[in-house]
T-cell receptor, first 116, second 114 residues
């Protein structure tokens, strides 16, 4: 069974631009979560989608948004990029049949975003 | 609200030695606790998790952790370190409701000396 895939793996943007990152979960997984990882702030939860609905959200500004499609693939969008948005963005999927947070999450390799 | 503290941003042990990575949590309710490992240029992989029941949790790759409520700790151990264990390790905590978010520690980088 293929793992979680994220595209692109690397991205360079300039301040003020917007970016869209994509995540394809493991087949059959219905929950997709997004995380931001930076040296300064560590790993921070962005949001979680389950069956096309945002079920949970972290403490990030509205510039960060996401969506999930009917095939469970998810996209994350960041508008008006700032230098501080440079980070590794990780996507994780889980079966989440019961919606329990303890469902094991499987992480993708991440997208490395650099904002110049 | 939950929080988690990992003691030591970098731990170095000799191959074959005991690995001990420390994690203390703060939670007003009984938490769920997790340990993840991240290898260079890769995402995170779940090592083990504590949800309920037995306080000694065994995970993959020979790792285990013990939930100690009285000490609010969830330290990760492995009896004998291998070179392949070199990675970044993250402790995480969450509440038990479906609205709970996972809070990660700042990570501990484990180095293995030959």
């Amino acid at each position: 069974k293929a793992g979680v895939t994220q595209t692109p793996r690397y991205l360079i943007k300039t301040r003020g631009q917007q970016v869209t990152l994509s995540c394809s979960p493991i087949s059959g997984h219905r929950s997709v979560s997004w995380y931001q990882q930076t040296p300064g702030q560590g790993l921070q939860f962005l949001f979680e989608y389950f069956s096309e609905t945002q079920r949970n959200k972290g403490n990030f500004p509205g510039r960060f948004s996401g969506r999930q499609f009917s095939n469970s693939r998810s996209e994350m969008n960041v508008s008006t990029l700032e230098l501080g948005d440079s980070a590794l963005y990780l996507c994780a999927s889980s079966l989440a049949g019961t919606g329990k947070i303890t469902d094991t999450q499987y992480f993708g390799p991440g997208t490395r975003l650099t904002v110049l | 609200a939950q929080s988690v503290t990992q003691l030591g941003s970098h731990v170095s042990v000799s191959e074959g030695a005991l690995v001990l990575l420390r994690c203390n949590y703060s939670s007003s309710v009984p938490p769920y606790l997790f340990w993840y490992v991240q290898y260079p240029n890769q995402g995170l992989q779940l090592l083990l998790k504590y949800t309920t029941g037995a306080t000694l949790v065994k995970g993959i790759n020979g790792f285990e952790a013990e939930f100690k409520k009285s000490e609010t700790s969830f330290h990760l151990t492995k009896p004998s370190a291998h070179m392949s264990d070199a990675a970044e390790y993250f402790c995480a905590v969450s509440g038990r409701s479906s609205a709970s978010k996972i809070i990660f520690g700042s990570g501990t980088r484990l180095s293995i000396r030959p």
